[in-house]
């Protein structure tokens, strides 16, 4: 008796789930549909500056998304390289479109009277300096 109790509650189971189970499966299909609909009609663009005069650093990044199609590029200056790279991926990944690379010196040069520019299509402009004057903070905002 026991046996037959176990194998029909199993029985059962098993019959409510696959209704789940075909449940689940469209769900999951619908949500694909929606980030497939959403992937093709993307669109954003953005860029950043930083112009480290401090510590002799510089990064660029731009990158612009139309769809499925992203392309982009971008650029560090380390104190020993300028170097520039230009992607884009899409459908069929990541690429790297072409690379520039100067050698530009012996490596960074402190300046600690330098300042720090930061430059965002979202974040808008502004710059720091050191801050001399308090161990605990490091950076002061600079007024030009």
Request: proline letters at 1%; charged letters at 35%.
């Amino acid at each position: 008796m026991f046996k037959f109790v176990l194998i029909a509650s199993l029985l059962v189971s098993v019959a409510l789930a696959a209704p789940l189970d075909d449940d689940y499966e469209a769900e999951e299909r619908r949500k694909l549909e929606i980030e497939q609909e959403q992937n093709q009609n993307a669109q954003y663009s953005f860029s950043s500056k930083i112009d480290d005069k401090i510590n002799d650093g510089q990064i660029q990044r731009e990158e612009t998304r139309d769809g499925t199609k992203v392309t982009g590029s971008y650029s560090y200056s380390d104190g020993f390289v300028f170097r520039t790279v230009y992607y884009e991926a899409d459908e069929n990944g990541y690429r790297v479109v072409k690379e520039e690379k100067q050698e530009i010196g012996n490596g960074p040069v402190f300046n600690d009277n330098g300042q720090a520019d930061v430059e965002g299509s979202l974040i808008g402009k502004y710059s720091i300096k050191l801050d001399k004057t308090d161990d605990e903070k490091h950076y002061k905002e600079a007024t030009n």
